[in-house]
């Protein structure tokens, strides 16, 4: 997600308006994902705040991947504790 401010311009007088909008790049064109109170065909200045964008190959599903191992024991997620406690043994 980015953050757009908009700053627009009158021709005759001068009028600082800021709009924050959020707003999505796609085929090389912004697109505003909310109102934008702007008439059509304004000329404006953007500032555009962009956050780390995280692709879905960066994020593990699975933390505990490569660190899990099979014990052989069919019951321990039921029987944790007794395993734990020494009530039951593999």
């Known amino acids: ?7 627009g311009h009158q021709a ?3 009028v600082a308006m ?4 959020r707003a999505i790049f796609a085929d ?3 697109k505003p994902l909310g109102p934008v109170q702007l008439p059509e065909l304004a000329e404006v200045w953007l ?3 962009e956050e780390t964008i995280v692709t879905v190959d960066e994020v593990h599903d699975d933390p505990f ?6 014990m052989g024991i069919t019951d321990l997620a ?3 504790d007794d395993y734990r406690l020494g009530r039951r043994s593999p």
Do not use: F, P
């Open 1 to 7: 997600m980015s953050r757009i401010t908009v700053s």
């Open 12 to 14: 005759k007088r001068e």
């Open 18 to 21: 800021i709009q924050t909008v």
């Open 28 to 30: 090389g064109v912004l």
């Open 47 to 49: 500032s555009i705040d």
């Open 65 to 70: 991947e490569g660190v899990a191992v099979d």
């Open 78 to 80: 039921e029987n944790v």
